[in-house]
């Protein structure tokens, strides 16, 4: 499990996702629901506010709506590449802490319930604005 973790953890820090790097955002929203959503039978919604991707799961009856954002603060080129200090413990990234890192925990847990044949009355919506203060969650909750 450490090596899947890792390795997609790997995958998702290396995404530039920041407020100037739209192109990074979209691509990573794709690599979530090509990774970890191509099981889901509730419709997959993607779209763009402001100029920012987000992507919805959203299923017809939830009983939770997870939230969860994919953008980072812009840092050096290094910074999108994970780091792994065996002897701290640690890994480092872009994104491990705020909240590249905590989604991954929830994206495998809904990947194994899926895989297992489970149908999670969840929604999902992962935008790609918070770090700016953006629009997406205010605009999809007056929708």
């Given amino acids: 499990m450490r090596d899947l973790l890792l390795d997609r953890l790997r995958t998702f820090i290396s995404f530039e996702s920041t407020d100037k790097h739209p192109d990074q955002k979209k ?7 090509r990774s970890f959503l191509s099981l889901a039978e509730a419709p997959i919604r993607e779209g763009e506010i402001d100029g920012s991707p987000y992507l919805l799961v959203d299923h017809p009856a939830p009983s939770l709506l997870w939230f969860a954002h994919i953008d ?7 910074q999108f590449t994970l780091s ?29 319930a899926l895989q297992s044949g489970k149908k999670p009355r969840i929604s999902l919506l992962l935008s790609s604005d918070e770090e700016i203060g953006g629009q997406t969650i205010p605009t999809l909750l007056e929708a």
């Fill in 84 to 112: 792994i200090r065996d002897d701290e413990g640690k890994v480092y990234g872009r994104g491990v802490k705020d909240m590249k890192g905590a989604a991954l925990c929830f994206l495998l847990a809904y990947e194994e």
């Fill in 27 to 33: 691509q990573c929203l794709h690599w979530i629901a």
């Fill in 72 to 78: 980072v603060v812009p840092g050096n080129p290094e």
